[in-house]
């Protein structure tokens, strides 16, 4: 790992036993995150963004689980922690958005006590916890930062919301809460999966406008999940396409706004819609995502691909090294390099 890194991903694979088969929803995955990097994990519903997200995290549900790869988190590989190391680890250090903010929000708590959770399991508010009254001195400082963070979050008279129940809240102040939730324990890594997805345009750019203070302010990194590939191009430095649980194309926002070098990227940015050019008609994919239990050979795209060849249905094809950090899976790319360290194995030869 080089010594900037904040978390390097290789070869991560996610599997689920389905009745269709084995549903390999990450396979193969490599990721590098500095601090303070926002990176974007974008592609279509079913490519396995979140599965990427709960794997880091070690919440895969048996009997699905990770079967290979490493996490490499500050160089300790997440994936040999015990359970109590990733409970450390979780919330404290990497914390996540959840994709949908009202199944994490519990509607029995009221929302102070909620956020002020975090900060009780990770003890981080010093005192003495036990026994009663001598825990009122704790329990005080942790209301104090909550409202702090309820404060900075953009939640109007904390003072107020902190006694109120999460259906008290509407959408967005419920995903503001769900951010400070997230926050509450500094975290070096936030993962935010769809933060925005359910909200309303406006209140979507507050909230990524609020992430974007955050990041800034305390160098939080940020891997934001969104099927919205303008959405990622605003808000992020680095964009990681996803198709059919494989990472497709990596690059700089601008490398792969301008010059996509994948035909799948290609088709997200013809797909999407630009008030300025009225007459330019939005151009769908055609065809719809594969099933991953039944992966093709080749490449996963190239059933709905306009360059693709016969060989590309044929052979596994490898991560081509485009660029300096930039990467795409595809086999336009004739003068080709592999990347030795990312450790493919497949090598093609044209
Ligand atoms: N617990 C599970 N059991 C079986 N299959 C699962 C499970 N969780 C996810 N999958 C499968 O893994 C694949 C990836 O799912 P995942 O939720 O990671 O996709 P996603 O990219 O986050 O999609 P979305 O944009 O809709 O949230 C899908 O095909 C899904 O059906
Ligand atoms: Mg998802």
């Known amino acids: 790992m080089s010594g900037t890194e904040l978390l390097e991903i290789r070869q991560l694979t996610t599997v689920f036993p389905t009745r269709r088969g084995e549903v390999r929803a990450v396979d193969g995955v490599n990721l590098r995150l500095k601090p303070g990097q926002l990176l974007g994990l974008v592609g279509e519903s079913g490519c396995g963004k979140s ?23 500050r160089g300790r590989d997440l994936r040999k922690q015990s359970g ?18 009202l199944s994490t929000l519990n509607p029995v708590f009221v929302v102070g006590e909620q956020i002020r959770e975090a900060l009780r399991i990770h003890h981080i508010v010093s005192g003495p916890r036990w026994p009663w009254p001598l825990d009122i001195a704790v329990r005080q400082n942790e209301k104090k930062r ?23 809240f509407s959408g967005g102040m419920q995903q503001r809460a769900l951010i400070a939730m997230a926050l509450i324990c500094g975290p070096s890594i936030l993962l935010a999966d769809e933060p925005t997805t359910a909200l309303d345009v406006t209140i979507q750019a507050q909230i990524m406008d609020l992430m974007r203070q955050i990041n800034q302010s305390h160098g939080t990194a940020i891997i934001l999940v969104t099927h919205d590939l303008g959405l990622a191009a605003e808000f ?34 013809a797909c999407r819609p630009r008030i300025q050019q009225r007459e330019q008609r939005v151009q769908p994919i055609p065809g719809n995502v594969p099933d991953l239990a039944a992966l093709p ?8 691909c306009k360059y693709a060849r016969e060989l ?28 030795p360290h990312l450790g493919w194995d497949e090598i093609v030869r044209l």
């Open 236 to 269: 992020c430095d680095t964009i990681a396409v996803m198709y059919a649980g494989r990472i497709v194309e990596q690059g700089s926002v601008d490398q792969i706004v301008t010059d996509p070098q994948h035909p799948y990227t290609e088709g997200l940015l």
């Open 312 to 339: 590309c249905a044929q052979v596994s094809i490898p991560m081509f090294s485009v660029e300096d950090g930039r990467f795409s899976r595809c086999l336009r790319h004739t003068d080709f390099r592999i990347e």
């Open 146 to 168: 909550v409202l702090k963070i309820m404060e900075d979050v953009g939640i109007p008279s904390p003072m107020d919301r902190y006694a109120a129940y999460p259906h008290q």
């Open 51 to 73: 599965t990427v997200l709960l794997s880091i995290l070690r919440l895969i549900r048996q009997p699905g689980q990770i079967v290979q790869g490493e996490i490499l988190f």
């Open 84 to 101: 109590k190391a990733m409970r450390a680890i979780r919330g404290k250090d990497i914390a996540m958005i959840f994709q949908d903010p």
């Open 297 to 304: 050979v080749g490449c996963a795209f190239a059933p709905r």
